[in-house]
């Protein structure tokens, strides 16, 4: 059912909880600035018309902001919104209460909710924020990877969760198991633990191999001795494990993980991490002012240079104007020239140009190595370095909220750094003093 609105009316003996905090606050500023009737408009078709009353939707909007722009997790930043009274301010609470806004997993539901239509839409606000500083021509695009929570993936792993999952499936399903495997899968565990380096690697790729094999021999015993209704019911899960038995090292669109199975093998180039397992992110930021103004996350690991056809209709569609320069770094060489946008990639310095244009270029693809700080700063500062998020439209929702969370970040910093005295006239309180009793 659609949340109620709140209809208490301002008291002069008992003011509202936003008149007793110091307006200077950055999130109370911030809190006037977002247009929270935008989301009430758009969320409103997404809830019923009968039942259970539901949580308010700036409640919910401004936990998620919250838990992106703090860094914290769902149940951290509901625990903090408990203690922290400028937290409940921002939500539009307008009494400080004790009790706890939601429960934790509200927050999972609510996702579920919205979708990535609804988290786009909190993300378009955090770019309208910032104004004409957002309608530049020049945009800077790089590419980089959301990696998963998952743990680094190996055959043995993989392997060894399938027998444990055959053997929980089996105990649910109470299917009888000709032999479990249980002392065997240990020992074997345990000799490629010790000796997959060294003169004994053989032994090691040996008991790979026979765990290879035991997780096969279960797979076909389960699909042999369920019945019809349990292998309905399972197929889906054991047709998964079969694919992870029998992929080889030389496959392509391999399975790197059995609760994550969209997840890709991404390799950067990066020293100090070869691979990385999760999902490309493309990240679209103004040259001049540095606001994110695109994020979108692709999957199967594409060339950088054929995302740039969706990166820049997604730019346009955000900031209402399509941009009439990209600069890219080599990774996107290929087209130079997408629509009325050029792409500008970093050359050597023969050619046929001027001292003028080569002093130009060079000013521009300085600029362009802007992005980088701005990707490890949402990455390390907005819950971008590890998604905790399932699935594929967890990617996005991540990076959506990541993106929102370094605008709105940007936007305090404009407000509170450069033009305080600016701030204290828009936002200063209007309380009216109390009488004092005689």
Known sequence: MQPKKSDRQRSFLCPDLIDQLDPRNHLLGLAKAIPWQVFEDSFRPLYATSGRPAKPVRLMVGLLILKQLENLSDERVVEIWVQNPYFQAFCGQQRFTWKLPCDPSELTYFRRRIGEDGVRKIFEVSVTLHGDKAKEEEVVVDSTVQEKNITFPTDAKLLSKIVTRCRIMAKQEDVKLRRSYQREVKKLLRVIRFKSKGRKQGEAQRAIKRLRTIAGVLIRE???????????????????????????????????????????????????????????????????????????????????????????????SIVGQRPTMAICDRGYRGKRQIGPTRIEIPESGKGPKTKHEKRKARERFRRRAAIEPIIGHFKSDHRMMRNYLKGRIGDSVNLFMACTAFNFRKFIRLLYFLCPKFLWHIFRPNVRPVRACA
């Open 222 to 316: 389960m699909k042999r001795k369920l019945s019809s209704e349990a292998l309905e019911a399972h197929q889906q899960s054991l047709d998964l494990y079969d694919r992870v038995q029998r992929q080889q090292r030389s496959d392509s669109n391999k399975i790197y993980s059995l609760h994550e199975p969209g997840v890709s093998c991404i390799s950067k180039g990066k020293a100090h991490k070869k691979y990385e397992f999760g999902a490309k992110a493309s990240v679209t930021v103004t040259k001049t002012s540095g606001i994110i103004v695109g994020a979108l996350s692709f999957h199967d690991n594409p060339f950088d240079g054929h995302t740039l056809p969706a990166v820049l209709t997604q730019v346009e």
